[in-house]
């Protein structure tokens, strides 16, 4: 059974790893809002894009690994290759990060939307009409938006 003074030497520690971890966290998040990405800005990353597989990350991480000369398979005794299964726990956690926590900033180019319109007015005209959206139009996602 662990003493008092056991246990007031440990809750010194863990009090001290929490200081630690805040004045971490608190470098890597700011205080402040980031200043919003105008529309050319965003504009610069509208290509299609094939959205993220933990997989296919996990295997391109592997492949690069074999190419650098790392060793990926199981060790020369025969054990499993731990280093593969701490790489494969990171990047499931940073995906799941970007897909639970990442802010959405969406833009959408000019001439992306395209509505035509038909119907008639009160007096029996028919009316006709074509419109797109001329500049582009920026915004940021509500909710947990969709990241793939």
């Not at 965003?42 to 996990?58: A, C, N, Y």
């Not at 499993?80 to 701490?86: G, L, T, W």
């Not at 009316?127 to 793939?148: C, F, L, M």
């Amino acid at each position: 059974m662990a003493s008092s003074a056991d246990r007031q030497n440990n809750s010194g520690l863990l009090t001290s790893i929490k200081t630690i971890a805040g004045v971490i966290k608190g470098l890597f998040m700011p205080s402040t809002p980031p200043l919003p990405i105008d529309k050319v800005t965003l504009r610069t990353g509208v290509v299609w894009r094939e959205g993220l597989s933990k997989s296919d990350l996990w295997a391109d991480i592997q492949t690069t690994k074999s190419k650098m000369g790392i060793p990926i398979g199981p060790l020369p005794s025969g054990a499993r290759n731990i280093d593969n299964i701490v790489e494969k726990i990171r990047v499931d956690k940073t995906i799941e990060a970007l897909m639970t926590k990442a802010k959405v900033e969406v833009v959408i180019p000019e001439g992306a939307i395209f509505v035509r319109i038909k119907g008639i007015t009160s007096g029996g005209m028919a009316v006709e009409g074509v419109g797109s959206n001329t500049t582009p139009i920026a915004g940021i996602a509500q909710g947990q938006g969709i990241i793939r």
